[in-house]
């Protein structure tokens, strides 16, 4: 039983096209989160949502755009992708958005390659 | 931000030997949390230390933490191979309503 999964692990395109990444939670959490993981190990959140509305927007160019279409389900559309867009893309989720909550639970990861 | 400096990088150690890990924050925290990372993997929740408590023990996991300091500990005891992995601080901030903010991690190696 995965509790956070992602599609797909892995994705290599070229520079200038458009893609998206799928992530899903079957643990009932109301809130999911997309971080950006560099070269570098750096985890930097990008988005959250919370009952499907968007509370968290951190400093993500707006070729960046978050989905909910359910509470279950938070995706990540990429345009005009970047080389610079390269690194590993982790879905989360929590019972619920204040950290004064549990914890986080992680996907697998996908790791996008911009050539 | 309060971002997590976890210390040191990078840490080697003989399986059996403990392992220790550093975290420093910048500012005041509701909570820190410590979280496994294996390679090509996604991170794992370990542990979860409130402002109000000093230390909590999780298996062979015990975790410090020092506000007045601003740091936190990881100590893993009696370390095997299947530990090798990056260790990741992670703090909440005393509102609730920011962000987890995640340090760049530990990157420990056990040799067998």
């Known amino acids: 039983d995965t509790a956070v999964s992602q599609t797909p692990k892995y994705l290599v395109t070229q520079m200038g096209n458009d893609k998206s990444i799928k992530c899903e939670q079957n643990?009932?959490?109301?809130?999911m989160y997309w971080y950006k993981q560099d070269s570098k190990k750096f985890l930097k959140i990008m988005f959250s949502?919370?009952?499907?509305?968007?509370?968290i927007n951190e400093t993500v160019p707006n070729r960046f755009s978050p989905k909910s279409p359910d509470k279950a389900h938070l995706n990540l559309h990429i345009n005009s992708l970047e080389l610079g867009d390269s690194a590993v893309y982790f879905c989360?989720?929590?019972?619920?958005?204040?950290?004064?909550?549990?914890?986080?639970?992680f996907g697998p990861g996908t790791r996008l390659t911009v050539l | 931000s309060q971002q997590g400096e976890e210390d040191p990088q990078a840490l080697s150690i003989q399986e059996g030997e403990n392992a220790t890990m550093n975290c420093s924050y910048k500012t005041s925290i509701n909570n820190l949390q410590w979280y496994r990372q294996n390679s090509g993997r996604g991170l794992v929740h370990l542990i979860l230390?409130?402002?109000?408590?000093r230390e909590k023990h999780s298996g062979r996991l015990r975790v410090t933490l020092d506000t007045s300091k601003k740091s936190s500990s990881l100590l893993i005891t009696a370390s095997r191979a299947a530990d090798t992995a990056s260790y990741f601080c992670?703090?909440?901030?005393?509102?609730?309503?920011?962000?987890?903010?995640f340090g760049k991690g530990t990157r420990l190696s056990v040799i067998a």
């Open positions: 949502y919370n009952n499907k509305e968007l509370i």
């Open positions: 643990l009932g959490h109301d809130t």
């Open positions: 992670a703090t909440g901030e005393d509102s609730g309503n920011t962000p987890l903010v």
């Open positions: 230390i409130r402002s109000n408590e």
């Open positions: 989360a989720s929590s019972q619920g958005f204040s950290v004064l909550l549990n914890e986080q639970f």
